[in-house]
């Protein structure tokens, strides 16, 4: 079986059930892969996670806010891994 990447899963994010899916893989994520992780505290994580959110409010260049809540929260939360 493929593993989907957390990029992948942090794009399929629909409902309840798939955010806290994706919210396991993050923290997985976060333990066999810190070196790709931009932030070494949960301080940091949330406040790049949050930064992020709100320079993204209304889109992007090259990002498109979703609809769905759920999926939004997940991408917020899979940004502030990588959002300096």
């Given at each position: 079986m493929v593993?989907?990447?957390?990029?992948?899963?942090?794009?399929?994010?629909?409902?309840e059930?798939?955010?806290?899916?994706?919210?396991?893989?993050?923290?997985?994520?976060?333990?066999?892969?810190?070196?790709?992780?931009?932030?070494?505290?949960?301080?940091?994580?949330?406040?790049?996670?949050?930064?992020?959110?709100?320079?993204?409010?209304?889109?992007?260049?090259?990002?498109?806010?979703?609809?769905?809540?759920?999926?939004?929260?997940?991408?917020?939360?899979?940004?502030?891994?990588?959002?300096?």
């Amino acid at each position: 079986m493929v593993q989907k990447t957390l990029f992948e899963l942090v794009n399929e994010v629909q409902d309840e059930a798939s955010f806290i899916a994706f919210l396991s893989a993050l923290s997985k994520d976060r333990q066999t892969c810190p070196g790709e992780w931009q932030h070494d505290s949960i301080e940091s994580f949330l406040e790049a996670s949050a930064d992020w959110g709100q320079e993204s409010i209304h889109g992007l260049t090259h990002y498109v806010k979703p609809d769905n809540s759920w999926k939004r929260c997940a991408q917020i939360m899979y940004m502030g891994k990588i959002y300096e």
